[in-house]
């Protein structure tokens, strides 16, 4: 046995008899940081991985190293390839193949996942695929740098594989001919948003794209949502000196230049290595407001360090953990990382059916950072919204925005509201913001556009619009779409798959994404006839095509527990 084998096999042995059965860390309490550290940034990552949290504390190598010359099973291997002094070679990884003794290659060091294997959050068999074989090229793409050091204990870390002797990587299967003869979309050729779409396709992975562009079961709101707002005619007024116009606006008390956001939107490194990170830095060298996803494929701290200005504004979106500790837990880094304010989604208890999704089985090593949900096949599809969603808490309901406001002082809103009673509700239980959404078509299909929606609480509940900031998405491509949104009480208005197609192109994408906005939403003001965003209202939009598919009053259930107090109980 060579010199460094023998000092990973001692060291092994070391950790072996040090640390076996030491179940004290995993009972620690995960202390709260004011000012996130690196410790504590640890300890969020263990938090956050679900079933991880529990039970990383106790990781130990159920198996001792073995570094003998025989494979697990008994087969036969080539020989061991001689290795640099104090490098593993790649032949005594390939050993360790086995469930049993499960070693893996990530970014040149070797790693032995025997044990973290069984409390995996994403399950077990994506790990021993990979079994004494070099992963980095699934892995690197689609995880943040440090997610190794955030979530692994360092004692499962055997030591640094020899390069000289690494095999060559797999190269990706080719295309389908007709694929093969799409040439990339140069990004200086995008001149509006519906570019983005087959962009994007071009871009993407197969698998990506599947994700990223599908909607829940026929995607009929999904194609409602973008249809509604062409339905919407503006009314211009003219003679009015528009040659300078102002689109700034406020968001929960917090200025921006544009009166659109980045919505929240999981996986987003399935788009570009860049991910949630490289969006904020575009979000803060534009001033627009980035809302981050519980979902997002970057830890939370990643995504604060990815901030382009000491002032920039972020707020985040909670699905809410069935092990609420670990919500608890994210609220609190939340409050510390000086987030403005926080918006808990409530239309997706389960996660919808997204058949295009779930059809495309293909393996991708993606995780959400901050949840800690991970991509898996199953009998039901290969689906990641689904598989990386099991972890929300379908008892949600009302009270929860007690237990909300217990565990955060920043303001608070609710997002996925698609009837005017839901929003009344919220109205009365003093809710700072009613968010408007069918999750981009994503949840329950022929759910109404959030447009209709918001029709609805123009007609029938005005007041609301006064007590709550009232915001909406889905659908919107154009400049004309956030004007009507304006037009009708909206405070703001969300995009979110425009702005995943263009961080295929990085975080350049992004601002030119943004670019492209705010010159539409410029020009629409002049050609409606207004300088500033407070000059916009119904009287400029012809809303006649869709008022007959708005409810004409307020319904409910004879068995609903809430009514509003002005209005009276059926009998």
């Known amino acids: 046995m060579s010199r460094p084998l023998r000092l990973a096999a001692r060291s092994a042995r070391q950790y072996h008899h040090q640390y076996r059965f030491s179940q004290q860390r995993a009972s620690s309490t995960v202390a709260t940081a004011a000012a996130p550290s690196r410790a504590s940034s640890g300890r969020l990552g263990l938090v956050l991985g679900g079933a991880l949290a529990a039970t990383v504390g106790a990781y130990v190598l159920s198996n001792s190293v073995r570094l ?38 990530l970014e040149g060091k070797v790693y032995d996942l025997t044990a973290f294997a069984q409390i995996h959050p994403g399950g077990s068999n994506i790990i021993f695929a990979n079994a004494g074989h070099d992963a980095t090229a699934m892995f690197t793409p689609t995880h943040s740098p440090g997610i190794i050091e955030d979530r692994l204990d360092p004692r499962a870390y055997v030591g640094d594989v020899d390069p000289d002797t690494l095999p060559a990587r797999p190269v990706v299967a080719e295309q389908k001919k007709e694929d093969e003869a ?11 948003w519906p570019d983005l779409d087959e962009a994007a396709r071009r871009n993407m992975t197969p698998k990506a794209w599947a994700y990223i562009s599908a909607g829940a079961t026929d995607m009929y709101s999904l194609d409602l949502n973008r249809k509604s707002w062409n339905q919407v005619l503006l009314r211009p007024r003219y003679f009015v000196d528009v040659e300078e116009v102002d689109c700034s606006t406020t968001m929960m008390g917090q200025r921006t230049s544009v009166p659109f956001f980045i919505s929240p939107t999981g996986m987003s490194k399935l788009a570009h290595p860049a991910g949630e990170p490289g969006i904020a830095t575009a979000a803060g060298e534009n001033d627009v407001i980035q809302m981050v996803s519980t979902n997002s494929s970057a830890p939370l701290k990643a995504i ?68 800690g949900g991970v991509v898996q096949s199953d009998k039901k599809g290969g689906g990641i919204g689904r598989t990386t969603g099991a972890y929300i808490d379908a008892k949600l309901n009302w009270e929860d925005i007690k237990w909300l406001r217990k565990h955060t002082p920043l303001p608070i809103g609710v997002k996925g509201i698609q009837c005017a009673e839901d929003a009344v509700r919220c109205a009365d239980m003093g809710v700072d913001a009613i968010y408007l959404s ?57 995009m979110g798959r425009p702005f995943l197609y263009a961080l295929t192109y990085g975080p350049e994408g992004v601002t030119h994404a943004i670019d492209i906005m705010r010159d539409e939403i410029e020009q629409t003001m002049r050609l409606v006839g207004v300088t500033k965003l407070d000059q916009l209202g119904p009287h400029l939009l012809n809303t006649r095509a869709l008022d007959p598919l708005v409810m004409p009053e307020l319904q409910y259930g004879l068995k609903e527990q809430f009514l509003p107090k002005d209005l009276p109980k059926k009998k």
């Open 438 to 494: 069918n999750h981009g078509g994503r949840a329950l299909d022929t759910a109404p556009p959030a447009l209709y929606t918001l029709l609805e609480l123009r007609q029938l509940r005005p007041d609301v619009l006064e007590k709550c900031e009232v915001y909406i998405d889905g659908g919107v491509r154009r400049g004309t779409d956030v004007v009507k949104a304006l037009c009708l009480g909206a405070r703001g208005v969300g």
């Open 182 to 192: 799409e040439r990339k979309i140069d990004l200086s050729e995008i001149v509006g």
């Open 304 to 371: 604060v360090e990815g901030r382009s200005r000491p002032d920039q504004v972020q707020f985040m979106q909670l699905y809410v953990n069935k092990d609420r500790p670990l919500s608890e837990e994210l609220l609190r880094q939340v409050n510390a990382y000086g987030m403005k304010a926080v918006f808990v989604t409530v239309d997706c208890p389960t996660p919808g059916k997204r058949e295009a999704d779930e059809r495309d089985r293909s393996v991708v090593g993606v995780q959400s950072g901050t949840s």
């Open 68 to 105: 003998d010359s025989k494979p697990a099973g008994g087969k036969k291997t080539a020989k061991a390839t001689a290795a640099a002094p104090g490098l593993i070679p790649f032949s005594e990884v390939a050993k360790h193949n086995t469930p049993e003794d499960c070693w893996v290659v």
